[in-house]
DNA sequence: GCGGTGACAATGC
DNA sequence: GGCATTGCCACCG
């Protein structure tokens, strides 16, 4: 695949199924040619068309800029909040769910 | 080429 | 569970 990081991220994020999320390392992880923080950082560049929301820190929480939406958008999907962070135990998908 | 910065992660206290 | 430190990679002045 002659993908660059930038697409391979932005596919890994837009595989994530409606109703679970996943950490930054995560979809580093998937990607396997990246580090997390160049995923927040094409979530940031280019996550306009992309289910950003459903991409969480690894603790299930998420930054102060984006906070109010991503609490907004995945109630909207099912997933259960808890003070503020996500129940990843519940809605974490499964390593390798691109392939 | 260098230092600073950021939608992060892992470890230690 | 929360805070501080270190390491990581790419971009900017």
New binding site residues.
Partial sequence: MDET?HERIRAAVAAIPEGRVA???DVAAEVGE????????V??ED?SDLP?HR?L???GS??P??LDE?HARLRAEGVEIR?GRVVLANHRVASGWIS
């Avoid at 990246?34 to 950082?41: E, F, K, P, Q, Y």
């Fill in positions: 990081r950490t930054y390392g990246t580090s997390a923080r160049l995923v927040g950082r979530l940031r996550g950003w991409v820190r690894a603790d998420s930054a800029q984006i991503q003070d």
